[in-house]
């Protein structure tokens, strides 16, 4: 593997780990404002984070990188 090869896996990885850390905030927000349903503006009273949203959002990618190809993926970031 080469080394543009190599950055393009590092840099499509840390591209999509951005956007799934601020996806549970914003989800929380919209939920706020009742435009989601009430359960994803729920928070964790341990650590203040809203949990709900991060659960529902896990899943959700988890069965997008289950069935969906990685070349796929690829294009869709």
């Keep these: 593997m080469g080394l543009v090869e190599a950055g ?16 549970p905030r914003i989800f929380y927000t919209v939920a ?6 009430s ?6 009273p341990r650590f203040h984070t809203p949990a709900a949203a991060t659960w529902l959002l896990g899943g959700i990618v988890s069965l997008i990188a289950a069935f969906v190809p990685l070349a ?6």
């Design 8 to 23: 393009v896996i590092v840099g499509l990885s840390l591209v999509m780990l951005v956007l799934l850390y601020g996806q």
């Design 39 to 44: 359960v994803s503006s729920r928070l964790s």
């Design 72 to 77: 796929l993926s690829g294009f869709i970031v």
């Design 32 to 37: 706020s404002d009742s435009l989601l349903p």
